[in-house]
């Protein structure tokens, strides 16, 4: 698949059949989680592979919109670690930008995912900290599902030119 036509045609995936993702695929997710862009080039995230299911369904208790977690593989929860970050508050955009690399790689490589956002959700945040024993310092951004899609979706017109200025408003 070509890059541009990778980011023109994924969708935000929520079901899944039950096959099984190889470590190689949880790999290549991650590794292109680590390839974001982030400020000062300091890398202030962590990421969460969750594939036990009583913690995928656990999780799908506590976050509204998680239900897919119930068919999902795997989640992947991106966290960003103040402690690494020399830009106060920019973890929020680093991760944000691991979290889009890696919802890319998993179409890139034929699996399903969806984001589901946790911050600025502090009640979101705090039932994921807890679930997973998150230390203080290190802050949920998102929760990304994945596994092989079970539904196909069209690929919807979302260029606007009428959103576009050039120099000034």
Known sequence: MELIDGIF???SIRRYTNKELSQNQIDTL???GMYA???RNQQP???IVV???????AISEVHPYAQMLKEAQLAIIVCGDEKLELSKGY???DCSAAT????LAAHGIGLGAVWLGLHPREERKKDIKNLIKLPDHVQPLSLISVGYPNEEKDDPQRF???RIHYNTW
């Open 51 to 57: 594939s036990k299911r009583e913690l995928l369904n």
């Open 37 to 39: 862009p982030s400020a």
């Open 30 to 32: 991650l590794k292109a």
């Open 45 to 47: 995230w962590h990421f």
């Open 160 to 162: 606007k030119p009428e």
């Open 91 to 93: 973890w929020v955009v």
């Open 9 to 11: 045609t994924r969708r």
């Open 100 to 103: 889009q690399n890696i919802l």
